[in-house]
């Protein structure tokens, strides 16, 4: 049982356009949320947390939002740079004590110059 | 300030081998958390490490051990190994201590195939 799901393994978009990754969550304890990207042949690097307490949290070009009645998280990336293209994994943490992230199955996100 | 590093970075053993994996943290981390990622799935977690002591385990039988250092380094080892055990394994440290919302840095992962 997945709880925490990326329903689109890829997304395709123009060089200087908005890219918008989605991250669904069913676990109603999970109260911290990170995104990490991932090229080929390196682990995961750690991009913007956003804790269940905001709706958002932004740094540079990167914004995530939270919406909790939904289960629902994205992270926007504007404007979207080739580098950006990378698989984007969506994780989650009960926090209090946890101390395990549930991640996704990950977006493969290409940026087409 | 060094990042996290991982060896070896690939390895091939056949069924029924044991595996020992190597992990140093990030300066100044104390935690270390293990993930297996099979191919076309995100990471899943198998155990952590906070000050030399196994602090939480995900969903993996016994034959998935671990220990960490004085020096907060890390080991994960791998007995009776399984086809199903072929997978890139991570390696993660963080601060720890500030209730699961410190952030976890990755290594580059070791890459295990069992044939």
């Known amino acids: 049982d997945q709880q925490v799901k990326q329903n689109s393994p890829s997304l395709s978009v123009q060089e200087g356009r908005i890219s918008i990754l989605n991250c669904d969550y069913t676990?109603?304890?999970?109260?911290?949320f990170l995104w990490y990207k991932k090229y080929p042949a390196e682990g995961p690097t750690f991009l913007i947390s956003i804790s269940s307490i905001k709706d958002k949290n932004e740094d540079g070009r990167f914004t995530v939002f939270l919406n909790k009645s939904a289960k629902h998280l994205s992270l926007h990336i504007v404007p979207s740079q080739p580098g950006d293209s990378a698989v984007y994994f969506c994780a989650a943490s009960s926090g209090a004590g946890s101390y395990q992230l549930t991640f996704g199955k990950g977006t493969k996100l290409s940026v087409i110059p | 300030e060094t990042g996290v590093t991982q060896s070896p970075t690939h390895l091939i053993k056949t069924r029924g081998q044991q595996v020992t994996l190597r992990c140093s943290s990030q300066?100044?981390?104390?935690?270390v958390s293990w993930y297996q990622q099979a191919l076309g799935q995100g990471p899943q977690f198998i155990f952590q490490y906070y000050r030399e002591e196994e602090n939480g385990r995900g969903n993996f039988p016994p034959r998935f051990s671990g220990l960490q250092f004085p020096n907060y380094s890390s080991e994960l080892n791998v007995n009776a190994l399984e086809l199903d055990d072929s997978a890139l394994y991570l390696c993660a440290s963080s601060t720890g201590g500030t209730g699961g919302r410190e952030t976890q840095y990755f290594g580059p992962g070791t890459r295990l195939l069992v044939l």
């Open positions: 300066s100044g981390h104390n935690t």
């Open positions: 676990n109603s304890m999970f109260d911290y």
